[in-house]
């Protein structure tokens, strides 16, 4: 008997010391697992370098993108938009993706094919790809920045603090033969498009969009024909207006659907939203609420 229990109490203490040894490398490779993620934190915080075809490869697909690309806007030129679409897809595809500016100019084609169709929604989307590329290799300016922060388009020259990938990317643009001008020209022409489309889609929140894109065309560094130039400031003319209207429209649709909700959610207890009168206050623009037990009409 005493045996057994010898044995019962070796084998409890054998269990435990399996169960604190297990839990003590659960720990240590938890802890281990965290300073591993602690030491590599640092480095994803810079953005991945684009790997590069050798230049002679590179070369060639960019020939290749240029010959699809030049197919698509005979494509276009015919009126077949859908058909130049495809095109300007092919193009995409060979083209090496760390050549931001081609890779701009067949999103901003897209888009264009898109307005001609009146699909609204695909321009803003494509005209939106194309100016995130663009981004990546000028980013704009700060909506808040100061005069003396503006833009100078003549000065082609002076770039600070510059990190890897955004050096790799401008020489690529260098190396085929792009200047910053040719960013900014091309950053006007898709804004004008995605403002177009989002002024087309209408709705409060693209109207707003659209708002701000006129806006940000009617500064510099943005260079305007005298017709783009006419066209964004009718624009600003009636765009306020038009997001008046559309906001009021959609805040009372809004309502509406919340006053079906309310009367479903009240009406097992013999009361409506029309218990509730909503004033809105002039002055802030808040609204105060009173609880009238027999509105009227009941």
Known sequence: MAEAQADVSERRHSLLSVDWTSKHKHINHCMSS???TDTRAAPLEQSALPELFPLEEETKLLSESHTEKALANKTFTA??????????????????????????????????????????????????????AL???????????????EVNIEDKGTITELDDTKELLLSALTRTNHTFNDVYILRTKALLRRAKARHSVSGWSSLQAALEDYTTLSK?????????????????????????????????DMMGKLKQLGNGILKPFGLSTDNFQFNKDEKSGGYSMNFNQSPKGR
């Not at 704009?140 to 922060?149: E, L, V």
């Not at 038009?242 to 009021?248: F, G, M, P, S």
């Open 34 to 36: 965290l300073e591993m």
């Open 135 to 149: 981004d990546r290799l000028d980013p704009p300016p700060p909506k808040d920045a100061t005069n003396s922060q």
């Open 79 to 132: 009126g077949e938009y859908n058909g130049a679409i495809q095109g300007y897809e092919k193009a995409l595809a060979v083209c090496p993706t760390y050549l931001e500016y081609d890779i701009a100019v067949l999103h901003s084609n897209i888009a264009a094919c898109h307005l001609k169709l009146a699909d609204w929604k695909e321009a803003v989307a494509s005209a939106t790809k194309a100016l995130g």
């Open 220 to 252: 510099p560094p943005h260079r305007l024909s005298s017709l783009d130039q006419k066209a964004v400031q009718a624009a600003l003319r009636i765009l306020p207006a038009q997001l008046e209207q559309a906001k009021n429209t959609e805040m009372a």
